[in-house]
């Protein structure tokens, strides 16, 4: 702030002002503090410094010096404490007046201080006695307190009862910038606010934030319309409830008038500072927020007078830093806009109020209030008087010419006098003096030389000047003007002149131009200048001399300029080439255009001569005289021969250069534009170069001729205009066209032409990529494997190859995810390697390679095993459980578990046969049943480990023998008895009507049964769908599927399943409707609908295999094969099972997809259907479980014809021993039995495995059975 002595400051001399001010600091307690200040003044200035609490004469703690160099003066802390944490001031003075600015300086404490430590001595206080009485004041709910990140809830309030143009005013105060985030959730907070004020407010309006009124009052208040009078008005101050009362002596008091309610604090004290709010009833209306900073006016705003129409300025400055204070006059409040301007410095401590304009209306008092602190001064607005609104300005006029002179007083009413020169001026000097209100103007109707003059205008005071200046410009007489202007014509070879008289002020210079080039005195050129007029001379003129011919006069007061033209006669020039326009087999039609120079005179007429085509020579073919026409019909043609035709001008000087001869013509009929090219066709490409081939156009008589030639024409995609690829015509209907872009994008054209002209365009209906053609990815070679085997350290080197256009993008996984970076992968356009040089037990697993490119994606899956041959087994154990038998047991090898391909191998050596003969492979348990154990020799066995590869060393058994026992030879052989499962084919569930959106996938099911086992083939529209790629169809286990992955308008129809095998044929029809833009969600209730048929479907054809497979356990033929139709049959259950766990296990998705959907009643509906699948669930268990007590009862019976065989080998073997001639059917006998035993003990495993996979079977649905009932508990949870 700057305070001023002297009403007038003398020239030269200056106040003090700060050129840089001090910063703002914070210091750590014990270092050192600068306060740097520069200042500038006329006398200079006597720095001082002071601090609001506080002294700075202590010389130890402040030291003050000034610093010649950099024109700095320092106060310097050496030694920081915290009770010197101020506001310091630095005071420039001299005697015209006196600068003050301030700079804040905040101390960091270090340690940690204990405070209120009680000494040992002290006697504890008696805090009974310091307890007060409670008083119970009425509270209203607390804001939550402010949460670390988020918004003060303060904000809000205050937010929700301001007007739009305060919002930003408000959030700076808390320190948000930026507020565009917060308008839409405070739009809704402001309609929820406005709903709970309807209760109780009919209309509210015009609330305004608590304020200090000059009166020494802080005032707030809104308009507001209640809907019941006697509704309860509540003011609280930081959710205390506050007493009010309708007198003017209250501290707070609340005065109505109409719907005006108008809220006071009388004589506010800082202690008033709160959080102020107005409820009615329980709806709150009005939340403003009372702040009383501790500050002070160090510099108050002082008494201020100014002229009408200038600026006043108020200014204070507070001893603590502020964002903003009040400005207010006696009445109303000072807001910033285009009459007040309100600024505050960048420390916050000067604040600035600009009044623009002043009128008298302004007078007045004004306040500046901060906190509870005001400060008064008044304005003063004094009387301008009169005043030029536009004065006098300097004019120029020429000599002859009118010149005015005129300025506009801020008086209608005043007058005023005119001055030349400082000589007065009346309407006898030869002027013209005019006053129109405001306006006073001076004309001089004929300027002359010595009415150049300083001019000027006064009235009551008030002067103002101009200068006239009087010029005299170039002149030329308009006769004279006229007659040069007149072209000059003469013949070749003589002389032109031309002559103009001028005036105008000395000196001039005088300059001839002929087109815009200087002429210069010299051998044909004659140029004389006098005061008055100039004269030009061309000798000897040729025809390239006609033009324009100027002269320009210039002065220091301007340039006149004069034209000319200068028109030689002579011979005329060459016309244009001559045009055909039509020829014919006797006459060909010609047209030209005149020549542009014709000579300098009129063209009488044309020669025409013709050059047949074979000759050296022309001739003339108007033989009777210049053709007047620019136009000629030429007859004297002979049909079929070629001819060139030129033509000359001729004026009256003779015929003048002929033209050059136009293009060669035949004298025959006219030919039509062939038409559109047949076929074309696109034969081959790559990257650089397509090949086209077409069929040439067809010729109709009288419509369309034959094509001579062809033009070819392309156009990149990014392109408007098209480019020929052959300059002439080609006669091939091939081409080639070269120098492509790489998979650049085209539209090409091919014209067919011929003399007729070019016919119509015939391009491809889609552009082209200039690619060799488009190849989905496939791979090639015939040996590729899917698995390979490699010893572990060894190198692994896959070579996949292919073949793909354009070239693809290729991509390696391993077990689904990237693969390791120490796997090399090599791809080339043809191919791609993968090689692993040291392979390792980790690099096991499935390689997965993807060829991918515009057309498609193929993949290929590589199994890759690394291993080493396995370790042995452990001992091996014999046991007998059965006469004739030998089980052997034995540890597992240490490699079974990881590698789960390996399995072990079993041989046999007996004392009888000393080689050894393997009995048992691919086994993946770790026991074994050996049969044909003869008595009376001793057996060894050896085990093998065997993997990918070979086998482990051998692990010995120890001898087994038995004694030889001879018994009678006894043989039944039970009855067969054949049963017939033949039966035609027929539908068990058929298909059903489908209605999909466009662009999802469908699903389409039915349920066959038959034997033999029917054909299947799907149709639409009674067209075979089985060859078609874009249809994904399987049949398992009689359960036929088609999905179609993207449906569109193109596969609605009547879809159709024909069966059939030798004993029959049906079919089975369903219609497919496809909804183009329909509802989602309907069509996705219609998936889980399908989902659901799809499980029924499953559970009813497995329910159908169950049904059979306990028919034919019923019927149990005493062969063995009847024991392989039960694998069989036992295997399409387990398929039939797989899928009813996956139609489950989509139904259970679906489900928690209708978590989260409002259609109660589809969840319901699936809900149903879901309870009756569960239901049918548990069916198919008691079934399995039926069919496993069967299978057990099955195996005490082989166990039992286990037996009986074995009884049947002793008595074999006793009848052998008395009957010689029967040893060769006992042996025959013994090898039938043994095959009948090594079956029936292999079904026996496979039924004991099938037995444990039932359990776990069982188990599965028992789990199903408890996910389906929770699924239900959250379907009633949902609803």
Same mark, same amino acid.
């Given at each position: 702030?700057?305070?001023?002595?002297?009403?007038?400051?003398?020239?030269?001399?200056?106040?003090?002002?700060?050129?840089? #001010?001090?910063?703002?600091?914070?210091?750590?307690?014990?270092?050192?503090?600068?306060?740097?200040?520069?200042?500038?003044?006329?006398?200079?200035?006597?720095?001082?410094?002071?601090?609001?609490?506080?002294?700075?004469?202590? $010389?130890?703690?402040?030291?003050?010096?000034?610093?010649?160099?950099?024109? =700095?003066?320092?106060?310097?802390?050496?030694?920081?404490?915290? +009770?010197?944490?101020?506001?310091?001031?630095?005071?420039?003075?001299?005697?015209?007046?006196?600068?003050?600015?301030?700079?804040?300086?905040?101390?960091?404490?270090?340690?940690?201080?204990?405070?209120?430590?009680?000494? $040992?001595?002290?006697?504890?206080?008696?805090?009974?006695?310091?307890?007060?009485?409670?008083?119970?004041?009425?509270?209203?709910?607390?804001?939550?307190?402010?949460?670390?990140?988020?918004?003060?809830? #303060?904000?809000?309030?205050?937010?929700?009862?301001?007007?739009?143009?305060?919002?930003?005013?408000?959030?700076?105060?808390?320190?948000?910038?930026?507020?565009?985030?917060?308008?839409?959730?405070?739009?809704?907070?402001?309609?929820?606010?406005? +709903?709970?004020?309807?209760?109780?407010?009919?209309?509210?309006?015009?609330?305004?934030?608590?304020?200090?009124?000059?009166?020494?009052?802080?005032?707030?208040?809104?308009?507001?319309?209640?809907?019941?009078?006697?509704?309860?008005?509540?003011?609280?101050?930081?959710?205390?409830?506050?007493?009010?009362?309708?007198?003017?002596?209250?501290?707070?008091?609340?005065?109505?008038?109409?719907?005006?309610?108008?809220?006071?604090?009388?004589?506010?004290?800082?202690?008033?500072?709160?959080?102020?709010?107005?409820?009615?009833?329980?709806?709150?209306?009005?939340?403003?927020?009372?702040?009383?900073?501790?500050?002070?006016?160090?510099?108050?705003?002082?008494?201020?007078?100014?002229?009408?129409?200038?600026?006043?300025?108020?200014?204070?400055?507070?001893?603590?830093?502020?964002?903003?204070?009040?400005?207010?006059?006696?009445?109303?409040?000072?807001?910033?806009?285009?009459?007040?301007?309100?600024?505050?410095?960048?420390?916050?401590?000067?604040?600035?109020?600009?009044?623009?304009?002043?009128?008298?209306?302004?007078?007045?008092?004004?306040?500046?209030?901060?906190?509870?602190?005001?400060?008064?001064?008044?304005?003063?607005?004094?009387?301008?008087?009169?005043?030029?609104? @536009?004065?006098?300005?300097?004019?120029?006029?020429?000599?002859?010419?009118?010149?005015?002179?005129?300025?506009?007083?801020?008086?209608?009413?005043?007058?005023?006098?005119?001055?030349?020169?400082?000589?007065?001026?009346?309407?006898?000097?030869?002027?013209?003096?005019?006053?129109?209100?405001?306006?006073?103007?001076?004309?001089?109707?004929?300027?002359?030389?010595?009415?150049?003059?300083?001019?000027?205008?006064?009235?009551?005071?008030?002067?103002?000047?101009?200068?006239?200046?009087?010029?005299?410009?170039?002149?030329?007489?308009?006769?004279?003007?006229?007659?040069?202007?007149?072209?000059?014509?003469?013949?070749?070879?003589?002389?032109?002149?031309?002559?103009?008289?001028?005036?105008?002020?000395?000196?001039?210079?005088? *300059?001839?131009?002929?087109?815009?080039?200087?002429?210069?005195?010299?051998?044909?050129?004659?140029?004389?200048?006098?005061?008055?007029?100039? *004269?030009?001379?061309?000798?000897?003129?040729? /025809?390239?001399?006609?033009? =324009?011919?100027?002269?320009?006069?210039?002065?220091?007061?301007?340039?006149?300029?004069?034209?000319?033209?200068?028109?030689?006669?002579?011979?005329?020039?060459?016309?244009?080439?001559?045009?055909?326009?039509?020829?014919?087999?006797?006459?060909?039609?010609?047209?030209?255009?005149?020549?542009?120079?014709?000579?300098?005179?009129?063209?009488?007429?044309?020669?025409?001569?013709?050059?047949?085509?074979?000759?050296?020579?022309?001739?003339?073919?108007?033989?009777?005289?210049?053709?007047?026409?620019?136009?000629?019909?030429?007859?004297?043609?002979?049909?079929?021969?070629?001819?060139?035709?030129?033509?000359?001008?001729?004026?009256?000087?003779?015929?003048?250069?002929?033209?050059?001869?136009?293009?060669?013509?035949?004298?025959?009929?006219?030919? #039509?534009?062939?038409?559109?090219?047949?076929?074309?066709?696109?034969?081959?490409?790559?990257?650089?170069?397509?090949?086209?081939?077409?069929?040439?156009?067809?010729?109709?008589?009288?419509?369309?001729?034959?094509?001579?030639?062809?033009?070819?024409?392309?156009?990149?995609?990014?392109?408007?205009?098209?480019?020929?690829?052959?300059?002439?015509?080609?006669?091939?209907?091939?081409?080639?066209?070269?120098?492509?872009?790489?998979?650049?994008?085209?539209?090409?054209?091919?014209?067919?032409?011929?003399?007729?002209?070019?016919?119509?365009?015939?391009?491809?209906?889609?552009?082209?990529?200039?690619?060799?053609?488009?190849? /989905?990815?496939?791979?090639?070679?015939?040996?590729?494997?899917?698995?390979?085997?490699?010893?572990?350290?060894?190198?692994?080197?896959?070579?996949?190859?292919?073949?793909?256009?354009?070239?693809?993008?290729?991509?390696?996984?391993?077990?689904?995810?990237?693969?390791?970076?120490?796997?090399?992968?090599?791809?080339?356009?043809?191919?791609?390697?993968?090689?692993?040089?040291?392979?390792?037990?980790?690099?096991?697993?499935?390689?997965?390679?993807?060829?991918?490119?515009?057309?498609?994606?193929?993949?290929?899956?590589?199994?890759?095993?690394?291993?080493?041959?396995?370790?042995?087994?452990?001992?091996?154990?014999?046991? *007998?459980?059965?006469?004739?038998?030998?089980?052997?047991?034995?540890?597992?090898?240490?490699?079974?578990?990881?590698?789960?391909?390996?399995?072990?191998?079993?041989?046999?050596?007996?004392?009888?046969?000393?080689?050894?003969?393997?009995?048992?492979?691919?086994?993946?348990?770790?026991?074994?049943?050996?049969?044909?154990?003869?008595?009376?020799?001793?057996?060894?066995?050896?085990?093998?480990?065997?993997?990918?590869?070979?086998?482990?060393?051998?692990?010995?058994?120890?001898?087994?023998?038995?004694?030889?026992?001879?018994?009678?030879?006894?043989?039944?052989?039970?009855?067969?008895?054949?049963?017939?499962?033949?039966?035609?084919?027929?539908?068990?569930?058929?298909?059903?009507?489908?209605?999909?959106?466009?662009? !999802?996938?469908?699903?389409?099911?039915?349920?066959?049964?038959? +034997?033999?086992?029917?054909?299947?083939?799907?149709?639409?529209?009674?067209?075979?769908?089985?060859?078609?790629?874009?249809?994904?169809?399987?049949?398992?286990?009689?359960?036929?599927?088609?999905?179609?992955?993207?449906?569109?308008?193109?596969?609605?129809?009547? !879809? #159709?399943?024909?069966?059939?095998?030798?004993?029959?044929?049906?079919?089975?029809?369903?219609?497919?409707?496809?909804?183009?833009?329909?509802?989602?969600?309907?069509?996705?209730?219609?998936?889980?609908?399908?989902?659901?048929?799809?499980?029924?479907?499953?559970?009813?054809?497995?329910?159908?295999?169950?049904?059979?497979?306990?028919?034919?356990?019923?019927?149990?033929?005493?062969?063995?094969?009847?024991?392989?139709?039960?694998?069989?049959?036992?295997?399409?259950? =387990?398929?039939?099972?797989?899928?009813?766990?996956?139609?489950?296990?989509?139904?259970?998705?679906?489900?928690?997809?209708?978590?989260?959907?409002?259609?109660?009643?589809?969840?319901?509906?699936?809900?149903?259907?879901?309870?009756?699948?569960?239901?049918?669930?548990?069916?198919?268990?008691?079934?399995?479980?039926?069919?496993?007590?069967?299978?057990?009862?099955? @195996?005490?019976?082989?166990?039992?014809?286990?037996?009986?065989?074995?009884?049947?080998?002793?008595?074999?073997?006793?009848?052998?021993?008395?009957?010689?001639?029967?040893?060769?059917?006992?042996?025959?006998?013994?090898?039938?039995? +043994?095959?009948?035993?090594?079956?029936?003990?292999?079904?026996?495993?496979?039924?004991?495995?099938?037995?444990?996979?039932?359990?776990?079977?069982?188990?599965?649905?028992?789990?199903?059975?408890?996910?389906?009932?929770?699924?239900?508990?959250?379907?009633?949870?949902?609803?």
């Amino acid at each position: 702030m700057i305070t001023q002595y002297v009403e007038q400051v003398p020239a030269g001399k200056s106040t003090p002002d700060f050129s840089r #001010k001090p910063m703002p600091l914070t210091v750590q307690e014990g270092k050192k503090a600068f306060f740097k200040a520069m200042v500038t003044g006329e006398p200079a200035p006597t720095v001082t410094w002071g601090r609001n609490k506080g002294e700075v004469a202590d $010389k130890e703690k402040y030291k003050t010096r000034y610093d010649e160099r950099a024109r =700095e003066h320092i106060l310097e802390i050496p030694d920081i404490k915290p +009770d010197q944490a101020d506001t310091y001031k630095c005071f420039a003075t001299n005697e015209y007046g006196k600068a003050v600015c301030t700079a804040t300086l905040n101390v960091m404490e270090v340690g940690f201080k204990k405070k209120g430590q009680t000494g $040992k001595g002290q006697v504890p206080q008696d805090f009974r006695s310091m307890l007060k009485k409670t008083v119970v004041v009425t509270r209203k709910k607390q804001l939550p307190p402010k949460k670390e990140g988020e918004i003060d809830p #303060k904000l809000w309030e205050l937010l929700l009862c301001a007007p739009k143009k305060d919002y930003e005013k408000i959030c700076f105060d808390f320190g948000v910038t930026d507020f565009r985030w917060m308008l839409k959730r405070l739009s809704q907070m402001k309609k929820e606010r406005k +709903d709970e004020q309807a209760k109780v407010v009919e209309n509210l309006e015009n609330v305004k934030q608590i304020e200090v009124k000059p009166n020494g009052t802080a005032e707030f208040g809104l308009d507001m319309t209640l809907w019941d009078p006697n509704s309860t008005i509540n003011l609280y101050k930081d959710g205390t409830m506050v007493p009010y009362g309708n007198d003017e002596k209250s501290k707070h008091s609340l005065k109505k008038t109409g719907t005006k309610y108008l809220f006071s604090i009388n004589n506010p004290q800082p202690e008033d500072a709160g959080f102020y709010q107005v409820d009615v009833d329980e709806a709150n209306v009005l939340t403003t927020d009372f702040q009383v900073p501790a500050v002070e006016f160090i510099a108050k705003i002082k008494d201020v007078k100014a002229v009408e129409n200038e600026d006043a300025i108020f200014q204070c400055a507070l001893s603590t830093p502020l964002n903003r204070i009040t400005w207010s006059t006696q009445d109303t409040s000072v807001e910033h806009g285009d009459k007040y301007e309100i600024t505050v410095s960048e420390d916050k401590l000067i604040h600035t109020l600009r009044v623009k304009d002043c009128a008298m209306a302004d007078n007045g008092a004004y306040y500046a209030i901060a906190g509870i602190a005001s400060s008064r001064a008044s304005l003063k607005v004094e009387d301008r008087g009169v005043q030029f609104v @536009s004065g006098l300005s300097d004019t120029v006029a020429n000599i002859g010419e009118r010149a005015e002179l005129s300025c506009k007083l801020s008086s209608e009413t005043s007058k005023g006098c005119w001055y030349k020169n400082g000589k007065l001026l009346t309407s006898e000097d030869g002027v013209t003096i005019i006053k129109d209100g405001a306006c006073h103007k001076m004309i001089i109707d004929c300027c002359t030389n010595d009415d150049a003059a300083v001019y000027r205008f006064e009235a009551e005071g008030r002067k103002s000047e101009a200068t006239l200046n009087i010029q005299d410009p170039p002149k030329i007489d308009l006769d004279a003007l006229g007659k040069f202007s007149e072209p000059v014509i003469v013949k070749a070879g003589e002389n032109a002149k031309w002559k103009l008289p001028f005036s105008g002020g000395e000196p001039m210079t005088i *300059q001839w131009y002929k087109d815009d080039d200087e002429l210069l005195s010299g051998l044909n050129v004659k140029i004389e200048t006098s005061p008055s007029e100039s *004269q030009l001379r061309l000798s000897k003129c040729q /025809r390239k001399d006609s033009g =324009e011919v100027k002269i320009k006069i210039k002065n220091e007061f301007g340039t006149k300029e004069a034209i000319s033209k200068l028109i030689v006669l002579g011979y005329p020039g060459a016309p244009a080439a001559p045009k055909v326009v039509s020829a014919f087999k006797d006459c060909i039609n010609l047209t030209w255009s005149a020549p542009c120079d014709t000579g300098g005179t009129k063209i009488v007429g044309y020669n025409l001569e013709k050059h047949k085509k074979g000759t050296n020579y022309r001739s003339l073919v108007n033989q009777e005289g210049p053709i007047k026409d620019t136009k000629y019909a030429v007859k004297d043609v002979i049909e079929g021969a070629a001819y060139e035709f030129r033509v000359s001008a001729v004026n009256l000087s003779g015929a003048g250069e002929p033209s050059i001869p136009c293009d060669t013509v035949f004298a025959r009929n006219p030919m #039509k534009p062939p038409g559109k090219v047949i076929d074309l066709k696109l034969t081959s490409s790559n990257y650089n170069t397509f090949s086209l081939a077409w069929t040439k156009p067809t010729e109709l008589k009288g419509v369309q001729d034959e094509a001579q030639g062809y033009y070819v024409e392309i156009r990149p995609i990014e392109n408007l205009e098209w480019t020929r690829c052959n300059a002439n015509p080609i006669t091939l209907t091939s081409f080639t066209v070269l120098g492509l872009k790489a998979m650049a994008t085209y539209w090409v054209r091919v014209i067919a032409t011929n003399y007729g002209g070019d016919g119509e365009p015939q391009g491809f209906d889609n552009y082209i990529i200039a690619m060799p053609p488009p190849v /989905r990815p496939k791979f090639k070679g015939r040996n590729m494997k899917n698995f390979v085997v490699v010893r572990s350290g060894n190198t692994v080197r896959l070579n996949i190859n292919f073949e793909a256009s354009p070239l693809p993008d290729i991509s390696w996984l391993k077990d689904g995810v990237s693969v390791p970076k120490h796997v090399t992968i090599t791809n080339s356009d043809i191919g791609s390697q993968l090689l692993i040089p040291t392979s390792e037990h980790s690099d096991t697993g499935i390689y997965t390679i993807t060829v991918k490119n515009l057309v498609g994606l193929e993949t290929f899956n590589v199994e890759i095993r690394v291993t080493d041959e396995p370790k042995p087994t452990g001992p091996v154990e014999l046991e *007998q459980n059965v006469p004739g038998t030998v089980t052997l047991s034995w540890t597992p090898s240490p490699d079974e578990k990881r590698d789960d391909r390996l399995h072990y191998m079993v041989a046999k050596r007996d004392s009888f046969k000393h080689t050894w003969r393997t009995v048992a492979d691919n086994l993946f348990n770790t026991k074994c049943t050996v049969i044909n154990i003869l008595p009376g020799r001793e057996y060894y066995f050896r085990v093998f480990a065997k993997n990918d590869m070979g086998l482990s060393t051998p692990t010995e058994s120890p001898a087994w023998g038995t004694k030889k026992e001879r018994a009678k030879f006894k043989l039944e052989m039970p009855e067969t008895k054949a049963f017939d499962f033949q039966s035609p084919p027929s539908f068990i569930v058929p298909l059903k009507m489908r209605t999909a959106p466009q662009g !999802y996938e469908c699903y389409m099911s039915c349920a066959v049964k038959g +034997d033999p086992a029917p054909r299947v083939t799907w149709y639409r529209n009674n067209i075979s769908l089985n060859t078609n790629t874009n249809y994904y169809i399987t049949n398992v286990c009689g359960v036929c599927s088609l999905l179609i992955l993207k449906v569109g308008p193109k596969d609605s129809g009547e !879809y #159709k399943v024909a069966i059939n095998n030798p004993l029959g044929t049906a079919e089975c029809s369903m219609m497919l409707n496809v909804r183009v833009g329909g509802s989602t969600m309907g069509w996705f209730c219609t998936q889980q609908q399908h989902n659901l048929d799809q499980l029924s479907e499953s559970y009813t054809a497995m329910q159908t295999r169950i049904t059979t497979l306990q028919q034919v356990m019923g019927m149990r033929d005493a062969q063995m094969d009847t024991g392989l139709e039960v694998e069989e049959r036992i295997l399409a259950l =387990e398929e039939a099972q797989k899928q009813a766990q996956q139609a489950a296990e989509v139904a259970l998705a679906t489900s928690e997809k209708l978590k989260n959907t409002d259609l109660h009643s589809q969840i319901w509906a699936l809900h149903a259907d879901m309870d009756t699948r569960l239901a049918e669930s548990q069916q198919v268990a008691v079934s399995v479980a039926t069919l496993q007590a069967m299978f057990k009862n099955q @195996s005490e019976e082989f166990e039992a014809v286990k037996e009986g065989v074995a009884a049947i080998l002793s008595s074999s073997s006793a009848l052998a021993a008395s009957v010689a001639g029967l040893t060769g059917a006992v042996a025959s006998a013994n090898s039938r039995v +043994d095959e009948q035993l090594t079956s029936m003990e292999a079904l026996n495993v496979q039924l004991e495995e099938q037995d444990s996979e039932l359990n776990e079977l069982k188990v599965s649905l028992d789990l199903h059975k408890v996910v389906l009932y929770t699924n239900s508990q959250e379907v009633v949870a949902i609803k």
